[in-house]
Nanobody
Framework: QVQLVESGGGLVQAGGSLRLSCVASGLAFSARAMGWFRQTPGKEREFVAAIAWTAGDTDYADSVKGRFALSRDNAKTTVYLQMNSLTPEDTAVYYC?????????????????WGQGTQVTVSA
């Protein structure tokens, strides 16, 4: 059974930082691209960032580029999203997702597995 479990969300003041973690189990982690998406009430889930299996290939939404950084530890089957200089606009539920291939993608339908999400709230 595939499981993606996110953690690290919480409440932070604007300008602060959080690091989200996503631990994967039940799949060949090192052979998959991983992604993060976020969603606020009443809005579509949007792409945040993705990392290929090699970790050298990453992609970021323009809204987070330069502030967020992805990394992965294949030995720990964990992907991390370091979020810096947070703003209230970053408030959302953040979801970890896994593809069935090694290449990154921005479209959520390209991801086969999803976590339950972790809430990030940034106060002004």
């Amino acid at each position: 059974q595939v499981q993606l479990v996110e953690s690290g969300g919480g409440l932070v003041q604007a300008g602060g930082s959080l690091r989200l973690s996503c631990v994967a189990s039940g799949l060949a982690f090192s052979a998959r691209a991983m992604g993060w998406f976020r969603q606020t009430p009443g809005k579509e889930r949007e792409f945040v960032a993705a990392i290929a299996w090699t970790a050298g290939d990453t992609d970021y939404a323009d809204s987070v580029k330069g502030r967020f950084a992805l990394s992965r530890d294949n030995a720990k089957t964990t992907v991390y999203l370091q979020m810096n200089s947070l703003t209230p606009e970053d408030t959302a539920v953040y979801y970890c997702a896994a593809r069935s291939t090694i290449s990154i993608a921005r479209t959520q339908t390209h991801y086969a597995y999803w976590g339950q999400g972790t809430q990030v709230t940034v106060s002004a």
